[in-house]
């Protein structure tokens, strides 16, 4: 499972990455042809958009494998052992069940009714369900990364026990 977990990891981050460089090319670009060519470029700002929705709900996911999500983990780890595992895993449950019916479920009703009816992007002429697919598949990497921390706080405690 867990050379899985870092096939995925590296997955992710590689395509968080490369979303990244494209925003990155795409926002100079704006800038080159706003005050070098003082012709500014229609499409770039929309597409920077798009990629930022992207890279910011693909990023979030990252952020909750590597353990690096935000939160108040400062009176968290003053907590004794068992108790910081305790709170840990309720916190991965939650976010679970967030992530799969508002994430993923609500997502992919989203994403199906923005397809249904055929929003566009007016610059890129892109269908903006597919903006919007970044919800549940973020949503999903969510899913799957707050269970594997739900899995390892249980085993942890149940160690604790053991001893």
Same mark, same amino acid.
């Given at each position: 499972m867990?050379r ?16 990244? &460089?494209?925003l ?8 080159? %042809? ?6 500014p ?8 958009t798009?990629?930022?929705i ?14 690096a ?8 780890g003053?907590?004794?052992?068992r ?5 840990? &895993?309720? &916190? ?21 009714? %923005? ?6 992007s007016? &610059? ?28 390892e706080r ?9 001893l």
């Open positions: 867990d899985i977990k870092r096939l995925l990891d590296r997955a992710l981050e590689t395509l968080v990455m490369v979303v990244v &460089a494209i990155v090319l795409d926002v100079l670009w704006q800038v080159f %042809t706003r005050f070098v060519l003082k012709r470029s229609s499409w770039t700002e929309e597409l920077a798009f990629l930022l992207w890279v910011a709900l693909l990023g979030g996911a990252v952020a909750l494998g590597r353990g999500h935000l939160g108040i983990d400062y009176f968290v003053r907590l004794p052992e108790t910081r595992l305790k709170t840990e &895993a309720f &916190a991965f449950a939650c976010i679970a069940v967030f992530s799969l019916f508002v994430m993923v479920a609500g997502g992919m009703d989203l994403v199906l009714t %923005t397809f249904r009816l055929h929003q566009i007016p &610059a890129l002429h892109l269908d903006i369900g597919y903006v919007y697919l970044a919800v549940p598949i973020s949503g999903a990497f969510l899913v799957l990364y707050s269970v594997i921390g739900l899995i249980i085993t942890a405690l149940m160690r604790r026990q053991r």
